[in-house]
């Protein structure tokens, strides 16, 4: 009912594709008309569209039209529309202005009236001479078929793995480099699998500039774990002590007490120096990552952002988590690592040199303890949560009675070596006392040297188990370390960062495409672009239209290099963008899209976003571009003039008014090439005349580039390329494309309001 089964039925997984997020793998009008499924599907008795097809071209607009009709039968419908075209052959069409009806009635009855409707239908109308209509049946074949437009995409998990080629050049930034000169490091290499080591030596590099915090906190851990053997020794002396009587047994108590008092102190000291050094640095890694990890975001170029795993919510889902994870191979982890390293060897130095025979049975039942410990730690933290993890990957679809199955078995199955690492420690203490006491009553061993092994070996080696408790941690981190630093080594193919390329100061703006193909970097086989071929000279106002899916937007996406073409050159003045460094080729570009992005700022600041780095603007200036998109005497109306905020998303202002704030925003930069992608679409009637007013003003004297569905907003454009299957397929003005009567002839029809058209 929705028209979307005849295309669904030419992808490779049929109902199955996936289509990305917000759709991205799918034209506008083949999600509309997934959108009209997905409604009609419960069989409501009530269907209301908002601007249903406010964003599609005239063939899909047709098509869903069809479809929205479809499924109106039997139903009340209501339909926003600013698109008048395509509510003619409603019921009563019913006029609004500040919240008031002021009209009623059919589309006859109220043309006939001659009042507000009328006049929307004549802001909406074309200038079209031709009253002949011939040839119509014949002008069919020009245009795409419902079935033509069906392209079939391919899913990312179909693609095999692209590489992307490096390019060699200095990726300090002018615009960055005022920020953190640690963004730029210099790491260079593309290995995604790097060790623990490797990845500590890598983050080491970037924690470089906390190294004398670092220094004193690894020192400080080295210390506190050599502190262990010290206190074997203390506590053997007392347990010596004890053996004594008298006056003897009071003056070596006191004196051991005290030396444990200096002993708590040093302890106290140390491990304050630990936590504080180790934390501090680690915090500042924390935000030193986190800083250059969203600025290598920035960095890449739009293919990166077309991949599923590199979705918005993936890549802050990694900025926030983590990030954060990398401690688990520094700060506190980092220095507990040390310590427990220091103090096995060192306690294992001191109990050699105090007793080697006993030393030599504990150290052989030590990693029995050490084992034990770390799979207890393991499987009662993490191992049974790891395999549930798989079960639930691999089974997610699937009952959960067998995963549930699994995580029992699991948890039975952790039981034993967690149950097992709680009683080896008392196995291993009365080894150690067995064996202690036979050398103690061979005379071989006094007490002193008893304890003091026992206290160096087991009960230092027994700590050791603490440590695999962060065994999960650094799971976590080195995964999250691999991705880390894989982003910040990767260098996209259309680097911002490069200072190579050939800088201009000023163009004049003569654009040329010759014989480009092109194809989405994520999409191989899906070709978008196939020879095209168009110029633009300077200051023409040049509109491109046709079908969705045709490469209107991928060519202003390539003007702009956010995608290298695959085969052809661009130009701009006789010079491949291709070897122009892309941020001085931007600067001279300036582009306004369908959606208006202003952010929770004032109008002020929401404009200034748009001037070039280092560029003095002035209240004048401001005013000018304001002007220009005629927007300057709303603003000046508010209360708060140009220091009202406009809120999240610009919502305090409407959709007129946040496009001409965009508008200004993009002269503000006074670029000489001007790219307009369906930046009226969304509009109602009345603000699109006065948008379409602002960018008439706005294209004056710069080469304007628009992609335009409603085709009344580029009828008196310079010159108009229709585009097909990735190709130019007619070019002229309105009128030498009406004379022709081809596929811009036929756009025409469809989009007429006059009654002859009912």
Not at 145 to 160: H, W, Y
Not at 228 to 255: C, W
Not at 319 to 337: A, H, P
Not at 604 to 610: A, Q, T, Y
């Amino acid at each position: 009912m929705a028209n979307a089964h005849e295309f669904i039925m030419n992808f490779p997984d049929k109902y199955e594709t996936m289509v990305g997020e917000c759709g991205i793998l799918l034209s506008g009008g083949q999600k509309q008309r997934i959108a009209i499924a997905r409604a009609i599907i419960k069989d409501p008795k009530i269907l209301l569209l908002d601007e249903a097809t406010s964003a599609l071209d005239t063939q899909s607009e047709s098509i869903i039209q069809n479809a929205l009709d479809k499924a109106s039968k039997g139903r009340t419908t209501v339909v926003i529309a600013h698109r008048l075209s395509t509510i003619r052959n409603a019921t009563k069409i019913i006029v609004m202005n500040k919240g008031v009806i002021v009209e009623s009635g059919t589309h006859k009855e109220l043309m006939d009236k001659k009042e507000v409707y009328f006049k929307l239908v004549e802001n909406q109308q074309i200038k079209h001479t031709l009253k002949t209509q011939e040839n119509i049946n014949i002008l069919d074949s020009f245009t795409t078929s419902p079935k033509d437009e069906v392209t079939p995409l391919f899913t990312i998990k179909e693609i095999n793995d692209h590489q992307v080629n490096h390019t060699t050049c200095d990726s300090s930034h002018p615009i960055l480099a005022k920020q953190k000169i640690d963004v730029e490091i210099g790491l260079n290499h593309n290995n995604h699998n790097n060790t623990v080591l490797e990845l500590i030596k890598k983050i080491i590099i970037i924690d470089r500039f906390e190294l004398l915090m670092l220094s004193i906190g690894i020192i400080s851990s080295i210390i506190n774990g050599c502190m262990n053997p010290i206190f074997a020794i203390m506590y053997a002396n007392i347990i010596q002590v004890f053996s004594k009587t008298g006056d003897t047994l009071r003056h070596e108590i006191h004196f051991w007490i005290l030396i444990l008092l200096v002993y708590s102190l040093m302890v106290f000291l140390v491990n304050f120096i630990q936590n504080v050094t180790l934390g501090f640095s680690s915090e500042k890694l924390t935000e030193r990552i986190r800083s250059m990890f969203f600025a290598s975001i920035l960095r890449q170029d739009i293919s990166f952002f077309d991949e599923e795993n590199h979705s918005v919510g993936v890549l802050t889902s990694h900025l926030s988590l983590d990030v954060t994870y990398i401690n688990g191979l520094t700060g506190v982890t980092l220095g507990n690592l040390l310590h427990v390293t220091a103090m096995i060897f060192s306690s294992v130095i001191v109990s050699f040199i105090v007793g080697w025979k006993l030393t030599l049975l504990c150290l052989c039942s030590i990693p029995i303890m050490i084992i034990a410990a770390c799979e207890g730690a393991n499987n009662i933290r993490t191992v049974a949560a790891l395999t549930c993890e798989n079960n639930l990957w691999e089974r997610y679809h699937n009952l959960l009675d067998e995963p549930m199955h699994q995580g029992i078995k699991n948890a039975l199955l952790a039981s034993i070596p967690f149950a097992f690492a709680n009683c080896v420690f008392f196995l291993i203490v009365a080894l150690a006392f067995w064996y202690g006491s036979i050398l103690f009553i061979n005379d071989e061993y006094e007490l002193k040297k008893m304890f003091t092994v026992y206290n160096a070996i087991v009960m230092g080696s027994a700590f050791t188990g603490y440590f695999f408790a962060y065994a999960p941690d650094m799971v976590k981190a080195k995964f999250a370390s691999n991705y880390i630093m894989s982003l910040l080594e990767r260098v996209p193919n259309i680097d911002i960062w490069c200072q190579d390329g050939k800088k201009i100061k000023t163009i004049k703006g003569h654009i040329k495409v010759s014989n480009v193909h092109f194809h989405y970097p994520t999409r191989f086989n899906i070709p978008v672009l196939q020879g095209i071929n168009l110029e633009v000279k300077p200051g023409q106002y040049v509109a491109l239209v046709g079908p969705s899916g045709c490469g209107k937007s991928t060519i202003i996406n390539l003007i702009e290099r956010f995608y290298q073409v695959t085969n052809g050159t661009i130009t701009i003045d006789e010079i491949d963008i291709a070897k122009m460094n892309v941020n001085n080729l931007r600067e001279h570009i300036a582009h306004v899209s369908q959606e208006p992005s202003l952010y929770d700022m004032t109008i002020k600041e929401n404009i200034l976003l748009g001037r070039l780095s280092g560029q003095d603007i002035t209240q004048n200036d401001l005013e000018k571009a304001c002007q220009e998109a005629n927007i300057h005497e709303f603003i000046v109306g508010l209360p708060n003039g140009y220091d009202t905020f406009v809120g999240g998303k610009g919502i305090q202002l409407s959709g007129g008014q946040k496009q001409r704030i965009v508008i200004a925003r993009a002269l503000i930069r006074n670029p000489k090439i001007l790219l307009l992608d369906e930046a009226t679409s969304a509009l109602d009637s009345e603000s699109e005349k006065v948008v379409q007013n602002a960018l008439d003003s706005a294209a004056h004297g710069r080469t304007t580039l628009a992609i335009a569905h409603r085709l009344s907003t580029i009828q008196h454009a310079d010159i108009i390329f229709v585009m097909k299957d990735g190709k130019v397929h007619e070019q002229g003005t309105h009128q030498e494309l009406l004379e022709l009567q081809g596929i811009y002839y036929m756009m025409i029809q469809r989009q007429l309001l006059g009654e002859s058209n009912l």
